[in-house]
């Protein structure tokens, strides 16, 4: 998160420097969840107390009123927007029902959506997997990057992930069928490629949620 996210907007900034305002327009701007909003404010600012703990800046600044500020800016960025708690509830579904919800997803959703299901991939693992991840003959995968925050990370997503993952030969067979359909198909082309980006970087997660959920976006290929 550190390396994905905080240091491309602030590694040239001046810690002391930076404003809360500047911090909440920043995070408002970014195209996630209020929950993961939430999660970056605490990280950036568990920055700024490993900072103050080494005595690298500050514990406080004057403020223009004359008085003084925490020099973390982080803690005078508030609101609903900032919330670390998620109303998401997991829904678990019959085979039956899995199968009926796949069934109205068209391509490359449909893949996608199968992969996830059967395999139990994250989806920033599956964003993330290269053709020559695939071991057809050993019909497994093996997760060796993640595709998070629109950047490519080494390994899993987290220490607990599997590195490899049994693959049935349903999926196999879908995945072979849609290989061959692929303008981008070699060993070492992603499985879920941006057209857009002409195969260079796989597909985002927040694109694909906006093309397949959002009824404004159906019909349009903006990937």
Known sequence: MICNVLMPKWESAVAVDIMSSEVKSWLLSLDVSDCTRGKYRAKMSQVYMWAKTEELIPQVIPAKDGGFLDSDPCTRVKGPGFSQE???????????????????????????????????????????????????????????????????????????????????????????????????????????????????????????????CDPLQSGRESW
């Open 86 to 212: 998620s109303d998401y509830e997991a829904l678990a579904l019959e085979v039956e029902d899995t199968f009926a919800l796949l069934s109205q997803l068209k391509q490359p959703e449909y893949e996608l959506s199968l992969l996830v299901a059967i395999c139990g991939l994250r989806i920033s693992e599956a964003l993330g997997l290269l053709w020559r991840h695939i071991l057809w003959n050993r019909a497994m995968i093996a997760i060796r990057q993640s595709y998070v925050h629109s950047h490519l990370q080494p390994g899993a997503k987290t220490k607990l992930s599997r590195s490899r993952v049994e693959v049935p030969q349903l999926a196999l067979d879908v995945l072979a069928e849609w290989r061959r359909e692929r303008p981008y198909a070699g060993d070492d082309d992603f499985v879920f490629p941006s057209l857009k980006l002409r195969g260079r970087k796989p597909r985002t997660a927040s694109m694909i949620v906006r093309t397949t």
